[in-house]
T-cell receptor, first 113, second 109 residues
Framework: DAGVTQSPTHLIKTRGQQVTLRCSPK?????VSWYQQALGQGPQFIFQ???????QRGNFPDRFSGHQFPNYSSELNVNALLLGDSALYLC????????????FGPGTRLTVL | GQNIDQPTEMTATEGAIVQINCTYQ??????LFWYQQHAGEAPTFLSY????GLEEKGRFSSFLSRSKGYSYLLLKELQMKDSASYLC??????????FGKGTTLSVSS
């Protein structure tokens, strides 16, 4: 049973560029959440997708956008990258019930130069 | 994290017991999660408390008091591999997890 997978593992971009990160949820899960984790901090909620729509959003600017596909996989897009966007981006999947445990993927380490 | 606090660092020795505390302030609280995160890796699920009381899972136990906005994670018979960051998180109305900054636990021999 495959767990949550993310790609790429690492990514280096320069300021102003755009990036797309990908996530495939754990088998049987239909909900994908994205988190940003800066060094030494806990993960910060970006948004959550369910039934191909953004269900909930955290306090992140519109430069952060996402998409969910019919197979439940998801993408996170960040436009106009800033140095402060350098972080570990974590995808978590769960079943649609609100109290269900979220399981995390290995993350994508984004470095913005 | 938002209105959720836990100590930054703790140290302990192999075989010992350690308690990591977490306090939170929120409305629309559903439950309290604990995750373990080794350096450079993803958080892995440890426990989820919805009701008040103690939940035991092998060497790890988690406690919740909803009225006091307080939880703790208890680790017994510490092993070197328990050196990691321990994250507490709650989910509000809705499903987002709100995390604390994490407690880095160092276990020495």
């Amino acid at each position: 049973d495959a767990g949550v997978t993310q790609s790429p593992t690492h990514l280096i971009k320069t300021r102003g560029q755009q990036v797309t990160l990908r996530c495939s949820p754990k088998s049987g899960h239909d909900t994908v959440s994205w988190y940003q984790q800066a060094l030494g901090q806990g993960p910060q909620f970006i948004f959550q997708y369910y039934e191909e729509e953004e269900r909930q959003r955290g306090n992140f600017p519109d430069r952060f956008s996402g998409h969910q596909f019919p197979n439940y996989s998801s993408e996170l897009n960040v436009n106009a990258l800033l140095l402060g966007d350098s972080a570990l981006y974590l995808c978590a999947s769960s079943f649609s019930r609100s109290t269900d445990t979220q399981y995390f993927g290995p993350g994508t380490r984004l470095t913005v130069l | 994290g938002q209105n959720i606090d836990q100590p930054t660092e703790m140290t302990a020795t192999e075989g010992a017991i350690v308690q990591i505390n977490c306090t939170y302030q929120t409305s629309g609280f559903n439950g309290l999660f604990w995750y373990q995160q080794h350096a450079g890796e993803a958080p892995t699920f440890l426990s989820y408390n919805v009701l008040d009381g103690l939940e035991e899972k092998g060497r790890f136990s988690s406690f919740l008091s909803r009225s006091k906005g307080y939880s703790y994670l208890l680790l017994k018979e510490l092993q070197m591999k328990d050196s990691a960051s321990y994250l507490c998180a709650y989910n509000q109305a809705g499903t987002a997890l709100i995390f604390g900054k994490g407690t880095t636990l160092s276990v020495s021999s």
